[in-house]
């Protein structure tokens, strides 16, 4: 049984990326999309898909799984996760979408600190009581470090 | 504070700065001559009251204060007990900067405080001055008036609430008892002997009574037209009083000459979010292009009815196209009573007569455009008074022209662009003195031979200004280059020309927006790009003839005798190498510093393209000015050409052989 939604429950979208399970928090969540006709853009690192339409607003894609160094799933099933945050209005690939999961911040274990090369974040996992799986629970900021977004192609000329 | 109570203070806010601002058009057209100054008196006072109501209403007690003393000397100009006189309006005006100056404090402190003692004192200063001393009214106030105004103001003061920055919730309750009562006796005490006089006061007053409890009551609900009737009912009473009793002939014909000169009814206005606006373009852009979809299924269709259906969505589709474009419009208005101002303030200084002349204030522009138009304009029109217009009036008046300058600002639209000329009938631009000048300066060398007006346009020459003496009203050795790179960036040009002795002027022109542009839609690869036409001065096709292979920097290409730097798109971007192109095309990019040529694999055609700003995320990546959305709704980058070679460029000089091939 599920515990009851209480203060401290947070609501999670969960997806895949290869084989491995991850999750960002629903509110920054705009909507889901499927993989859209992308331009590509000069200069931009390997994660960096390209500019989509995203109803007359064009908005960047960036590919998660690349960006994270996961292999990418044989399935074709691949989503887009639009998301939102702070100023950026971003696009996300991912390889599949799971579902909304209620996640008890009690439950959420911290554990050692991996030290990446890139520094990502990376350090919080939950365990799902019932599949008995573990979700690493994704701090966006941090993985799609804005600095360096911004700088992209900076060094195109 | 709540949300609720500061949205009304930011709501009172945007709108008191509506109303400065036709405020200080009214202060100015008042003080030019207008053929029916009570009129804009009315409007003053009106704009003044509504001011001070809603800004007691919203509790922004320092403005409040202030413009109540404003409103009681336009009361006082309306009773006619002060003459309007330029100092008068110099007073206003004052008024009028000292508010802006707590509007816009207040904007980005809710909390700030402000003291307002000084210019308080100044403007009953005018009021008592005039009313001790009537004959004061014939010409200008003189300045010693103030002099002697002190000591009455000492006494006038000591009633009044002493400083605003420490004003009490009873003090303001003071203030709001004492307004009303303590301004009708004072009227009434001023001129106890003139009955239509006070007739008058009473009819006002109970207009302006009424109109407060429409102004306290919800501040969203005000709207300046709304009172528009009642005191323009007032009014007629009010002239036809006059009539009656001093037989004053001269209010008839007034009033027929201002009848048709009075423009319907202003439409009424909402003020509506950028960010709402922005996004109902995007909507309509994407509309747009479901609607070419749709209309490319055309074969597809044989019912007649869906047909009909598709062709009349078509029309449709592009009226609301053409609204929504339009609705980033604005009148250069505002600006352009900006540069009244300017031109007042700049020829009051420097003593010179100056008649301004403003064609086609209602010429409308994109938003962004405007906002960025202000400073190079006003740095022009302070140009035009300071350095175009002859020193004095005697200057002018050896040579044969009128006394006063001539300044025209005239704003137009020519095709798909924007003009503003700033003419002035001055002395001219002397091209011989601007290239000793830039010979001093080091800018070009003695022995260079320029024709004239290449000379005059060195004025734009970074480090380039004339005047001798670097004054306080212009020439501050940032001058017109600064001007020129303001007007480029907004993808505008800025020319000049001049006859010695009858004068100069400036043309500005301007996209209509900067949110379309004329574009070219290329091929590399099989990405597609836009490229801005208005840099590309010819395109040609890549023969063997025209193009040469330097070494492994590129290339460059022959046209008509010119040796231009060649750059593969591709290659600038990035892309792998594509096998022998027999079509490449050329592109010739002419710029400010230097021209080459741009070879792309083909070009597709020409077209108005929607520029969308990239997200933040690589906004500030080099070499591209944005992105737009092409027909078959996929975006596509918007390439800055400048930028894309400016590196390149670079190096190509280093290699000085460049230019000696071929």
Do not use: W
Not at chain 2, 323 to 339: D, G, H, Y
Not at chain 2, 356 to 379: A, C, F, M, R, Y
């Amino acid at each position: 049984m599920e515990k009851e939604m209480t203060d401290v429950t947070q609501r999670y979208l969960e997806f895949k990326l290869g084989e491995e399970h991850y999750a960002i928090p629903l509110l920054q969540v705009r909507e889901l999309i499927s993989l859209p006709e992308t331009t590509s853009v000069p200069f931009s690192p390997k994660y960096y898909v390209g500019i989509m339409n995203l109803r007359g607003q064009v908005i960047s894609i960036i590919d998660m799984r690349t960006r994270l160094g996961v292999q990418p799933s044989e399935s074709n099933e691949e989503a887009v996760i639009i998301v939102e945050f702070g100023e950026l209005c971003l696009g996300i690939v991912v390889d599949n979408i799971c579902k909304v999961l209620p996640v008890d911040e009690d439950k959420i274990q911290e554990v050692a600190s991996i030290e990446t090369k890139k520094r990502d974040r990376l350090n919080r996992v939950y365990r799902h009581s019932e599949t008995d799986t573990l979700i690493q629970l994704v701090e966006l900021e941090s993985i799609l470090n804005i600095d360096e977004l911004t700088g992209l192609a900076k060094k195109a000329a | 504070m709540d949300e609720f109570e500061l949205e009304l203070k930011m709501d009172f806010l945007e709108e008191a700065i509506q109303l400065l601002e036709d405020c200080e058009e009214s202060f100015l057209e008042l003080e030019s001559g207008v053929e029916n100054p009570d009129d804009h008196v009315d409007k003053i006072f009106r704009l003044a009251h509504n001011l001070k109501g809603t800004s007691r209403a919203v509790e922004f007690s320092d403005v409040a204060e202030f413009t109540h003393e404003m409103e009681e000397l336009i009361l006082k100009v309306k009773k006619g007990e002060v003459e309007i006189s330029a100092d008068v309006i110099d007073v206003f005006l004052k008024c009028s900067d000292h508010l802006n100056h707590m509007i816009v404090g207040l904007r980005e402190d809710i909390e700030a405080r402000f003291e307002s003692d000084e210019i308080i004192e100044l403007i009953k200063s005018v009021g008592s001055a005039d009313f001790e001393h009537e004959e004061l009214k014939i010409s200008n106030l003189p300045e010693e008036s103030e002099d002697f105004n002190e000591e009455v103001v000492a006494e006038d003061d000591s009633h009044e609430s002493e400083d605003s920055d420490d004003l009490e919730e009873e003090e303001l309750e003071e203030i709001f008892a004492s307004d009303e009562d303590g301004e009708d006796e004072e009227a009434l005490a001023t001129r106890p002997s003139n009955d239509d006089i006070s007739d008058l006061d009473r009819l006002l007053y109970g207009d302006a009574a009424g109109e407060e409890v429409d102004l306290i009551a919800p501040v969203s609900a005000v709207k300046p037209q709304e009172n528009v009737i009642p005191i323009e009912s007032v009014k007629k009473e009010e002239s036809a009083k006059k009539e009656e009793k001093k037989a004053e002939q001269k209010v008839e014909p007034k009033q027929a000459a201002a009848a048709p000169k009075k423009p319907a009814k202003p439409e009424e206005t909402i003020r509506i979010g950028v960010s709402r606006v922005e996004k109902l373009n995007n909507y309509v852009g994407e509309l747009v292009i479901l609607q070419t979809v749709l209309s490319e299924c055309d074969d597809l269709v044989i019912d007649d009815h869906v047909r009909k259906s598709v062709s009349h969505l078509a029309k449709i589709t592009k009226e609301i196209q053409d609204i929504s474009m339009k609705m980033r419009m604005v009148p250069l208005k505002t600006t352009f009573s900006k540069l009244q101002r300017i031109v007042r303030d700049t020829s009051k200084a420097l003593g010179k007569k100056v008649n301004l002349n403003i064609v086609g204030e209602d010429t409308e522009v994109d938003k962004n455009i405007l906002e960025q138009l202000s400073d190079p304009l006003v740095h022009i029109v302070r140009n035009a008074v300071d350095h175009g217009l002859e020193a004095t009036s005697d200057d002018r008046l050896a040579v044969g022209k009128s006394e006063k300058g001539e300044i025209q600002i005239k704003a137009y639209h020519e095709g798909n662009s924007l003009v503003i000329e700033v003419n002035d009938d001055g002395k001219g631009i002397d091209p011989a003195v601007i290239r000793n000048k830039a010979i001093e300066k080091g800018i070009i060398k003695s022995t260079d031979k320029i024709a004239d007006q290449d000379a005059i346009n060195l004025i734009f020459a970074p480090g380039f200004s004339t005047k001798e003496a670097v004054s306080e009203i212009s020439g501050r050795g940032v001058g017109m280059d600064v001007v020129k790179r303001n007007i480029q960036d907004i993808s505008g040009a800025v020319e000049v020309k001049s006859v010695l002795g009858s004068g100069s002027v400036f043309r500005i022109k301007l996209p209509l927006t900067m949110a379309i542009i004329e574009g070219m839609v290329t091929r590399v690869g099989s990405e597609n790009y836009v490229v801005p036409l208005n840099l590309i001065h010819e395109t040609l096709s890549v023969t063997e003839e025209n193009y040469r292979k330097v070494n492994n920097v590129g290339g460059c290409v022959v046209l008509r005798g010119q040796v231009m730097p060649a750059f593969r798109l591709s290659k600038l971007l990035g892309h792998k190498p594509q096998e022998d192109n027999k079509n490449e095309i050329a592109l010739v990019v002419r710029t400010e510093d230097m021209d080459f040529v741009i070879i792309v694999d083909d070009v597709l055609r020409r077209q108005q393209v929607v520029i969308k700003s990239l997200g933040n995320d690589i906004k500030n990546t080099q070499g591209f000015m944005g992105s737009s959305i092409l027909g078959n709704g996929k975006p596509a980058l918007i390439l800055d050409l400048k930028e894309l070679v400016v590196d390149k460029v670079a190096k190509v000089k280093n290699k000085s052989s460049i230019r000696n091939v071929a």
